[in-house]
């Protein structure tokens, strides 16, 4: 007899089932472009990862499937951040981030501030050509600071 594996017994990436939507990117209508990069451990790309991002509020979200060089990118609202949510092969639990925008008041997060310099960098976007970059990676020397949720 054979057995064979489930989704529940197994770790993805089931991730194209829920990604069939259009724009699920795109948080508003009308907004600020981030895009960005998942990268593993090794720095390469992750090319079968989930990116889910989250308002401050919770009222608004968006998900985006990486491409096969790991890059995703989204249509969001001007707020100070985001959270971030990752999910990739090999993860038994999605990670939790935060996306900072670098012309805002910053330095009153309490997050933030509690952070060291080289960490809090990882969570800055960068400008890219009237758009906004978060790479986001995964392990390694850039390691982005994830948080327990």
């Given at each position: ?31 600020i472009e981030l ?71 910053n330095e009153s ?41």
């Amino acid at each position: 007899m054979t057995l064979i594996r489930t989704p529940s017994q197994t770790v993805g990436p089931f991730y194209s089932i829920g990604l069939c939507r259009r724009p699920e990117n795109e948080l508003v209508g009308s907004g600020i472009e981030l895009r960005g990069t998942l990268f593993d451990g090794a720095g390469e790309p992750i090319g079968d990862g989930v990116i889910e991002l989250w308002d401050p509020a919770g009222s608004r979200w968006g998900r985006c499937g990486t491409d096969g060089q790991g890059r995703f990118s989204f249509v969001v609202p001007k707020v100070r951040q985001l959270n971030v949510f990752v999910f990739a092969r090999g993860l038994l639990r999605h990670q939790l981030t935060r996306v900072y925008f670098p012309d805002e008041q910053n330095e009153s997060d309490p997050v933030l501030a509690s952070l060291p310099p080289a960490d809090r960098e990882t969570l800055l976007a960068v400008d890219d050509d009237g758009a906004f970059r978060f790479d986001i990676h995964m392990q390694g020397d850039r390691a982005t600071v994830f948080f327990e949720h």
